[in-house]
């Protein structure tokens, strides 16, 4: 391992252990957000109330000496409230922008789904180029940018579901769950010690996050496998049980993320394990499966598994 790879594990491993101080007993949970934050993504987070979505999304983004807004999503927020308006200036006798919490490095828009459709479409301009148009005036985001987004299972009163085209901006989801008995038992000696909102120190600088991103693509890909996610997503398109299969940005995703997940694990290639491990993440929340009405329909992770195991892995 050369010095470049060295610098990125001690980089990639300070980060994770920030995460780890505060979200106990998910290391899985915590490397797939950080995989999604080296691969230029953007992270969606969905689980059932009180299982640590949001302090999850704040200790990535405090782990990072980077600009962060939080923006809590309510059935009120306008798309103004996330973008930014233009004010009157009587002064320059002249309209001033006043940009909103979308100009941050780190936004988290916690329980995304509890706004309404026309102020989820406000960040969809934003989290695929970078930029939002206001007025007929585009505006640059900064580097690096990330949304990381909480959301309750739909089923929960008072969500709405988010459309196709807003899922397929998230590079991936992911899902918390409950924690085990030893991570519960810190859970509650904290809430004893009345230290339970632990402070986290940065542990990286936004050229270091760029740092990371930049080597990330530099992780290599043979040209076998890059044919075997290929056929892995044309399988989705065209399979009996799946409505809406995998579009080229969903193809992205797994690329960059298979990069991603390659060099956190200390490598500098890509392996079909890459690949298989990044698949439902990443193709989770992008699938709709066809609406058979049978009670013996499978679930999309079976589906995917399904896919995954008839397609052949590369030597």
Do not use: W
Not at 110 to 115: K, P
Not at 270 to 283: E, I, Q
Not at 286 to 315: F, T
């Amino acid at each position: 391992m050369n010095t470049t790879e060295l610098a990125a594990q001690e980089k990639i491993a300070a980060l994770r252990g920030a995460i780890g101080r505060v979200v106990k007993g998910k290391d899985e949970t915590i490397e797939l957000a950080v995989v999604a934050l080296i691969a230029e993504g953007h992270l969606l987070i969905e689980d059932v109330p009180g299982v640590g979505k949001t302090t999850l999304g704040h200790a990535l983004a405090r782990a990072l000496a980077c600009n962060f807004h939080r923006i809590q999503f309510t059935s009120d927020l306008l798309p103004s409230d996330v973008v930014g308006v233009s004010v009157f200036n009587p002064k320059q006798n002249e309209f001033e922008f006043k940009p909103g919490p979308i100009f941050s490095n780190i936004v988290l828009a916690d329980e995304i789904n509890r706004t309404t459709p026309k102020t989820q479409s406000a960040l969809l301009e934003a989290m695929n180029e970078n930029q939002v148009t206001i007025e007929n005036t585009t505006y640059a985001l900064p580097r690096p940018f990330m949304v990381l987004a909480t959301q309750n299972p739909v089923e929960h009163h008072g969500t709405y579901p988010l459309p196709e085209s807003q899922l397929d901006r998230f590079l991936m989801k992911i899902e918390v769950g409950y924690p085990n008995a030893e991570a519960e038992k810190e859970i509650l000696h904290r809430y004893t010690n009345g230290n339970y909102h632990q402070t986290i120190q940065p542990v990286l600088t936004p050229a270091d996050v760029l740092y990371l991103q930049d080597e990330s693509r530099k992780v290599h890909i043979n040209a076998k496998i890059v044919d075997y996610m290929i056929q892995v997503v044309h399988r989705t398109r065209n399979h009996p049980e799946i409505e809406l299969g995998i579009s080229p940005r969903g193809t992205v995703a797994l690329f960059r993320t298979s990069q991603a997940l390659a060099m956190v694990d200390g490598r500098n290639f890509v392996l079909p394990d890459d690949v298989k491990r990044a698949a439902a993440p990443v193709f989770g929340h992008r699938l709709a499966l066809a609406k058979h009405g049978s009670k013996g329909s499978r679930s999309k992770d079976e589906v995917l598994e399904g896919i995954l195991s008839e397609i052949k892995i590369p030597d």
